[in-house]
């Protein structure tokens, strides 16, 4: 009993010392391209209040404010971290994997493979729809309300503050980025089995009205940015269906190696 707890001691230790090995390479790459977007950080701001800037149809006039004297200085560290979880993740990811991989079988790193793959894909398809698409229409919608000569009463000016439109931009561009890991999500559900295809097509109806609730609750609150990432998931779910009907004929296809490996032994044996 003893010699057994002693034999387990060792690989747990070299695991331990391997999983701090790879969050020690993580941490210095989120903190060594911290540094570097903090540098870039107007550069970036200024990229990323492009949509504002194209809803405000080139006012000249038109601007970010900040009401307390460090906004602007969070503002700056809150690019510089977002900046940084981009392009750090593909380090962090290839960790994550070094310290997985060894753990899996040859068909289980193919099977993932096309997963890795994707993820990035869609997480970007989705950011890129919320950036050069969703967020524009959106902000011309809400600047639509703006009414500087009134006719009587007050003058109504939009003058964003610039760490809550930091805030909304990150918040849409996570939100339609992470909606749209639903396909890797669901076909990974039903690779193990936790989900099956036909479960996916009787609940379609109830995947719509999720959709719809997701869309309601992650986007800002007008119809327009709702629609654009409700119908996406819709889509999407159907992508997802169609993925899994392929996975499942293709493994259909196959030939079944479990039961042709008896009647190998069996001839071997004679």
């Known amino acids: 009993m003893i010699g057994d707890i002693d034999d387990t001691k060792a690989p747990l230790m070299e695991h331990l010392v391997e999983l701090r090995q790879r969050l020690l390479y993580s941490v210095l790459a989120l ?25 405000f149809g080139g006012q000249h006039d038109a601007k970010l404010v900040y009401t307390k004297l460090y906004e602007a200085f969070f503002v700056q560290l809150k690019v510089a971290l977002f900046t940084a979880g981009f392009v750090s993740f593909p380090v962090i990811a290839n ?76 918040h849409m561009i996570f939100a339609f980025g992470f909606a749209f890991l639903l396909p890797v999500f669901l076909v990974l559900l039903a690779r193990v089995g936790i989900v099956s295809l036909e479960t996916l097509v009787k609940g379609r109806r109830y995947a719509i009205v999720i959709a719809f609730a997701i869309a309601a609750v992650v986007t800002p609150p007008d119809v327009i940015s709702q629609l654009l990432l409700a119908l996406p998931l819709v889509l999407l779910y159907e992508v997802s269906i169609l993925c899994i009907r392929l996975m499942n004929r293709r493994k259909a296809s196959q030939p079944d190696a479990d039961s042709a490996t008896p009647g190998t032994d069996l001839t071997a044996s004679d």
């Open 95 to 170: 960790q994550i994997w070094l310290f997985v991989a060894p753990g899996l079988y040859r068909n289980e790193k193919r099977a993932l493979l096309p997963f890795l793959v994707a993820t990035p894909v869609l997480f970007l398809s989705g950011a890129a729809l919320a950036y050069y698409f969703v967020m524009p229409t959106a902000f011309r919608f809400f600047l639509s309300f703006e009414n500087k000569d009134p006719v009587e009463g007050l003058s109504h000016e939009a003058l964003p503050a610039m760490g809550d439109y930091l805030s909304l931009v990150m």
């Open 31 to 55: 903190v060594v391209t911290f540094f570097v977007s903090f540098y870039f950080a107007d550069e970036v701001f200024a990229f990323l209040v492009q949509p504002l800037a194209k809803a």
